[in-house]
């Protein structure tokens, strides 16, 4: 879900560094073949993530949740000259997708996937990260933080998608509805946690910015 106009968007996205033909096969080939499409990072939100990326220029970077890969590459492209991806997902029947457009791009030396349950995997990496990215499901955002905040570096970024979650959370959640209870509480957490800085963008569904202080 975005909070701007189509018409912005469109504007925004034709003054915005185009993403690479790989990127693009990659969009093209999720939306044809894989489920909920609409979980992949859009054009606006890669060039974000690259950015980001590029100006940090991290050696390692933790992301959790790949789905295609497409948030990856965009990561993939400001890492440090000896830098890697760890990447964490739970679906087995995406690795090969995902190995494929990460050979195609020439990152995958840099990328290694790990396949099983994020808050399983988090200490077995058992690395310090310049940046981690969390786009994986929304109630255990608030157990991923905790898990990485004291591995991640002093100045070290943690991005988060899907803070805004549709725009419910401007609203009193249902009882039942734990995905909106789990972000509401997340984005309190970032606010008041003294270790970091966080700016929250409408950026689609809600992007945020935190710095470890």
């Given at each position: 879900m975005s909070f701007i106009p189509q018409s912005i968007l469109?504007?925004?996205?034709?003054?915005?560094?185009?993403?690479?033909?790989?990127?693009?096969?990659?969009?093209?080939?999720?939306?044809?073949?894989?489920l909920a499409p609409r979980m992949l990072s859009g054009h606006l939100q890669g060039r974000l993530l690259s950015t980001i990326s590029k100006m940090i220029r991290p050696k390692v970077i933790l992301e959790i949740g790949t789905y295609t890969g497409y948030s990856t590459l965009c990561l993939a492209e400001g890492l440090a000259e000896n830098g890697v991806i760890h990447t964490l997902d739970n679906n087995e029947e995406l690795v090969d997708f995902q190995r494929k457009y990460f050979k195609k791009a020439g990152f995958d030396k840099k990328i290694i996937q790990h396949t099983g349950e994020a808050?399983?995997?988090?200490?077995?990496?058992?690395k310090n990260y310049d940046l981690v990215f969390i786009d994986a499901d929304?109630?255990?955002?608030?157990?991923?933080?905790?898990?990485?905040?004291?591995?991640?570096?002093?100045?070290?970024i943690i991005l988060s998608d899907n803070v805004l979650w549709?725009?419910?959370?401007?609203k009193t959640p249902l009882?039942?509805?734990?995905?909106?209870?789990?972000?509401?509480?997340?984005?309190?957490?970032?606010?008041?946690?003294?270790?970091?800085?966080?700016?929250?963008?409408?950026?689609?569904d809600g992007f945020s910015i935190a710095r470890k202080i």
């Open positions: 469109d504007y925004a996205e034709k003054h915005t560094e185009p993403e690479s033909k790989i990127l693009q096969e990659l969009r093209r080939e999720t939306w044809q073949k894989i808050l399983e995997m988090i200490p077995q990496i058992n929304k109630n255990n955002y608030s157990l991923y933080f905790d898990q990485i905040i004291n591995s991640v570096n002093t100045g070290g549709g725009g419910k959370v401007v009882v039942n509805d734990r995905d909106t209870q789990s972000i509401i509480a997340y984005n309190t957490k970032l606010t008041n946690d003294k270790r970091v800085e966080t700016l929250l963008l409408p950026l689609r």
